[in-house]
Structure formats: C-alpha cells, structure tokens
C-alpha cells in the first residue's frame, strides 16, 4: 500500500510543480518547494482524502512530519489501517 501512496502524493505534487523521482523524493519537504502553498494545501490534503477515503485531522497536520513525503505517507498509512 505505500508504493500506491507514494504513487498518489507523487502525482498530485508532480501535477503542481515538476519533480524528479528519486531518492531525495521521500526526504521532499512539499511546502517549503514550492509544490504547495497554503492555499494548495487544502485542496492536495482532500485530494489525498478521497483517494484513500480517511479524514486527516488538525493534529496531523500540526506534526512536524506532515510536511516531509515520507511522514505524510506513514499518516496515510496509519490512517488507513485503523
């Protein structure tokens, strides 16, 4: 399941903004790239909402790791299997 979730959040940031895949992919802080902005944050967290059909909440986003491609995909992650 985390390669279908890297797969989405790749796309979804690759569609804003090019982005190479590789190694440095999973270290991606999104936020500070460019590839999403705050008025862009809402629109890619519910874009991840729908297609993995879970609610990530406030506290979530309030971890440091929210930012960073791999603790946003252990997020999903979590979510997914509670």
């Known amino acids: 399941m985390s ?4 797969e989405f959040i790749f ?3 690759e569609a804003r903004k090019p982005l190479k895949r590789d190694a440095e992919f999973e270290n991606l802080n999104y936020m500070n790239s460019g590839h999403i902005d705050s ?6 967290i519910t ?5 993995f ?14 930012r960073v491609v791999h603790g946003l995909v252990d997020i999903v992650r979590r979510k997914i299997t509670q």
């Open 53 to 66: 059909n879970i609610e990530i909440e406030d506290e979530d986003m309030m971890q440091p790791s929210f």
């Open 11 to 13: 796309q979804q940031l």
């Open 3 to 6: 390669d279908q979730i890297y």
């Open 39 to 44: 008025f862009g944050l809402l629109k890619f």
């Open 47 to 51: 874009a991840i909402e729908k297609r």
